[in-house]
């Protein structure tokens, strides 16, 4: 390993520049220029607030306790970035939606890859204080063409707003499942209401939040992870018009086009036979709008052009879908 | 808690305005403006790299797996914080030195509370691969005047490179101890002489140190931590000249002014039997000047006005010695 110069009397001044020189010997150039951009924010950071040890102490310990409260069932720096806007933001950033495309929202800490597979009108969430409620959507293309076959991962809380993984005697996956589009495009299943819940906040993110004086609540949602070889993965959530917390939402989650109306069965005629379930079951319909990878591909280089005009930054290019400093290209 | 406004349909431009909106409820105002700062860095940072989900993801393990490591004797967060050199600027920052006082160095992740009050004169290193070394240092003011009473940490590596605490069947402290300037200002005590060592590299920090093709190594270093109260806590290390790191320093350490020249105990008259000591073991001698705490914040002060004057940082003062936003005072 080359050393570029020689590194001593660092000062306020002078030590961003000198992090970046040793660095500079990294060999790929995305990781460099993320570390680039990382270590001048975080020295402008300590720098504009004049930080101090005592902060930066309080800071190395909620870090720590941040990862130390996590387990293979608990993820709290995903929870960190999503009240802090970051998930939000890079979903935003990662998959750019072309209009009439369904849009993305945040993953959550939840999501588990233990999940039944289950058949079209399955019933996937046990709790007997639920409120039952049928689920009956569409996929389709840009082109408005069913598409069949997607993977679908499907979440949501009990009825008291508890995921399965937030039970300490969980024996299984529940409230959970992974369904398939049929030839029509079509996915229905069987589960309950969705219910408001606060984030998990016996945490040192639960303790962030009560410093900053902000409430820990989500709005009632229901999670749909969309999967088919050839399209953008599709990450979103559903949320329930009317909400308490539709406005407050404390990982800034909710949009308009995701907000939807909760029906009855017996809105739509023949709904219940076909079902084959009770015409005063609550009844949640959605179209979802996959888009093409290329297609998103090709919008996430556009954008990424765009951020690069807009930004003035100087000497950027784009390389295997990622900014790099280099030509543009 | 109020609900500043409602936050719906966030977009990567206008997130960042509603993180902060939301944040705004905070009555702390120092943690407000340090919380708008890092939001700000934290979305600009995303937004200026385009970064991508993967590397969300990646970041999101890499925290998890830092703060997993994590124990009562292995601190990751402070070794990932030392080799972006935010350690160095954030002591820089806290602690500014007025001239002639002793300069202050990364306290690195190894100091502990376990050490044991050491009697002047005391062996405080029993490897016996050792170099056996006297270490003999004065503590003065900055008006030369001794001071006594303070209460000193020192601590260093084994022969081989390994704090106590890197050993899993250490028992108990072993080339640290706190020891006590005498009414002369004096302190002394037998130990080694300091080696180069890699910091601990078999964590994520020590992989994030491999892809960005840096070494791990520091060079060999003794490290001291001043306390008594009225002056400014002086955390510092003195560095061996000639070593190998002494221009490469991992984490960013050096500073000509510690970097001293290794003598041996014949160097100086009468050193060998007023201490007890062969006239050939190594010699480490070091004068150190310690700033009073009111004059350390002055400085501080001082500096931060400097900083919001050269930044141009609009409508900030500094509060009990941290900057906010509000009248500069």
């Given at each position: 390993?080359?050393?570029?110069?020689?590194?001593?009397?660092?000062?306020?001044?002078?030590?961003?520049?000198?992090?970046?020189?040793?660095?500079?010997?990294?060999?790929?150039?995305?990781?460099?220029?993320?570390?680039?951009?990382?270590?001048?924010?975080?020295?402008?950071?300590?720098?504009?607030?004049?930080?101090?040890?005592?902060?930066?102490?309080?800071?190395?310990?909620?870090?720590?306790?941040?990862?130390?409260?996590?387990?293979?069932?608990?993820?709290?720096?995903?929870?960190?970035?999503?009240?802090?806007?970051?998930?939000?933001?890079?979903?935003?950033?990662?998959?750019?939606?072309?209009?009439?495309?369904?849009?993305?929202?945040?993953?959550?800490?939840?999501?588990?890859?233990?999940?039944?597979?289950?058949p079209n009108g399955?019933?996937?969430?046990?709790?007997?204080?639920?409120?039952?409620?049928?689920?009956v959507c569409s996929v389709k293309d840009?082109?408005g063409k069913p598409v069949a076959g997607v993977?679908i991962?499907?979440?949501?809380?009990?009825?008291?707003?508890?995921?399965?993984?937030?039970?300490?005697?969980?024996?299984?996956?529940?409230?959970?499942?992974?369904v398939q589009s049929d030839d029509a495009g079509m996915f229905f299943?069987?589960?309950?209401?969705?219910?408001?819940?606060?984030?998990?906040?016996?945490?040192?993110?639960?303790?962030?939040?009560?410093?900053?004086?902000?409430?820990?609540?989500?709005?009632?949602?229901?999670?749909?992870?969309?999967?088919k070889?050839?399209?953008?993965?599709?990450?979103?959530?559903?949320?329930?018009?009317?909400?308490?917390?539709?406005?407050?939402?404390?990982?800034?989650?909710?949009?308009?086009?995701?907000?939807?109306?909760?029906?009855?069965?017996?809105?739509?005629?023949?709904l219940?036979?076909k079902y084959?379930?009770?015409?005063?079951?609550?009844?949640?319909q959605y179209d979802f709008v996959l888009?093409?990878?290329?297609?998103?591909?090709?919008?996430?280089?556009?954008?990424?052009?765009?951020?690069?005009?807009?930004?003035?930054?100087?000497?950027?290019?784009?390389?295997?879908?990622?900014?790099?400093?280099?030509?543009?290209?």
């Amino acid at each position: 390993m080359s050393q570029s110069r020689p590194v001593k009397d660092l000062t306020i001044d002078n030590i961003t520049e000198n992090v970046h020189a040793i660095n500079s010997d990294c060999k790929d150039p995305r990781l460099r220029f993320l570390l680039e951009r990382l270590v001048t924010h975080l020295h402008d950071f300590a720098r504009e607030t004049r930080l101090t040890t005592p902060e930066w102490e309080a800071a190395i310990k909620f870090l720590t306790d941040v990862g130390q409260i996590c387990t293979n069932v608990r993820q709290e720096f995903i929870l960190l970035s999503d009240i802090l806007g970051l998930s939000l933001l890079v979903d935003s950033i990662d998959h750019p939606k072309p209009e009439a495309s369904t849009e993305g929202t945040v993953l959550g800490p939840f999501h588990t890859h233990d999940a039944e597979h289950s058949p079209n009108g399955a019933l996937i969430s046990h709790d007997p204080d639920g409120e039952p409620m049928l689920v009956v959507c569409s996929v389709k293309d840009t082109q408005g063409k069913p598409v069949a076959g997607v993977k679908i991962d499907v979440w949501e809380t009990d009825s008291k707003g508890f995921y399965d993984v937030q039970h300490a005697d969980r024996t299984g996956p529940d409230g959970r499942a992974v369904v398939q589009s049929d030839d029509a495009g079509m996915f229905f299943f069987q589960a309950i209401v969705p219910v408001p819940y606060p984030i998990p906040n016996d945490g040192p993110v639960g303790r962030l939040l009560g410093v900053l004086n902000r409430h820990p609540y989500r709005p009632s949602h229901f999670h749909f992870m969309f999967d088919k070889p050839g399209f953008d993965r599709l990450i979103t959530a559903l949320y329930l018009r009317g909400d308490p917390y539709e406005r407050s939402d404390a990982v800034f989650g909710v949009k308009e086009s995701l907000v939807v109306d909760l029906g009855t069965v017996s809105d739509v005629d023949g709904l219940s036979e076909k079902y084959g379930v009770s015409p005063s079951m609550r009844l949640l319909q959605y179209d979802f709008v996959l888009v093409g990878e290329e297609e998103v591909g090709k919008l996430r280089d556009e954008k990424a052009r765009e951020a690069i005009r807009k930004q003035g930054m100087k000497g950027m290019g784009i390389v295997n879908g990622t900014l790099v400093p280099g030509d543009s290209s």
